[in-house]
């Protein structure tokens, strides 16, 4: 049970990969992101940390909207190749097909199963990085990977990142608010 | 490819579920949680979206320190237990041994393969949710559950929530900035 120091560093176990959409002087940009997830109930938000310099956040700061778009695994080269080069330098508006929602300048990745719609409420200035903080104007996802309303990440397999690899979702290990019935006091 | 809207809601595709520690009115408590990301990597932090009126957040608020904890898949029970009641109504002081480390007022879940020793950086209200972000002052993990320096996620075997359930995680993909070098323009 004994610990050991590691030393600080930017460490979560699991963590989603999405594509941060964003229009940058008018065109379509996806960038690979994986510091994502959820910062509010109600109204509903997410949150994407991005690096101050990346070209993705020119176009948030510009229009005040954003996408998150979750690949599928079979999607992993395309997603991948969107962390690997900058929008500054290649035209990546042509990776995936673009699509605009109710906001109107936030692209989204037609191919992925869900695209998550988002109005900049906050940019948080941590050091390197930016927490932006989006409200969620519309949540969509293909028919074909909805289930009872919601996204089926069955459906989707989308892929974990930790550690620079991807992952896929396992075995369902328990539901949540009711594995921990079976508690008992030590 | 068409897709349907489903209307604005809290989404992201996987989470960690990681265990909030905060010391309330000098007792050790967790809740869980699964609202939670790297929020900067220099320095490194962490942010975790909690609801206004967790008995967690006062804590938090006192001490301005707090930690995430990583349980394994077998600690489930444990895990969710500390998502079904709250510190206010039940002490959970003893549900997991606490430990502390560098900044005295964070308790660890010594049982936990990893737990991240955070400072308070800044809280952003965004309505139902605070947005805690914490400066990682250390980062402690098992000596069985690291490689090269590193918390490793194979001898980890941590808990991914998505909708309400409980996964681990599956087959390595590919690795990240890599896979996309097959990447060829359509």
Chains 1, 2 share one sequence.
Request: charged share 20%; net charge positive; with cysteine.
């Amino acid at each position: 049970m004994e610990k050991i120091r590691l030393g600080p560093m930017p460490y979560m176990s699991v963590m989603p990969t999405v594509l941060v959409g964003a229009d940058v002087m008018g065109k379509p940009n996806y960038m690979v992101a994986a510091w994502a997830t959820v910062a509010c109930m109600a109204p509903p938000m997410v949150c994407v940390a991005i690096n101050k310099g990346r070209y993705t956040w020119k176009g948030i700061e510009e229009n005040r909207t954003f996408s998150l778009n979750v690949p599928s695994v079979s999607q992993a080269v395309e997603t991948d190749h969107c962390g690997l080069v900058s929008g500054a330098r290649e035209d990546k508006s042509g990776v995936f097909t673009s699509m605009y929602g109710i906001l109107g300048t936030a692209p989204m990745a037609a191919e992925c199963p869900v695209s998550i719609e988002c109005e900049l409420f906050e940019s948080v200035d941590c050091g390197s990085h930016l927490l932006v903080i989006g409200k969620i104007a519309e949540i969509h996802a293909m028919k074909s990977c909805v289930t009872d309303g919601k996204p089926d990440i069955r459906k989707i397999d989308p892929i974990i990142y930790a550690q620079s690899t991807y992952y896929r979702v396992g075995d369902r290990t328990g539901e949540a608010f009711s594995a921990g019935k079976k508690y008992r006091k030590r």
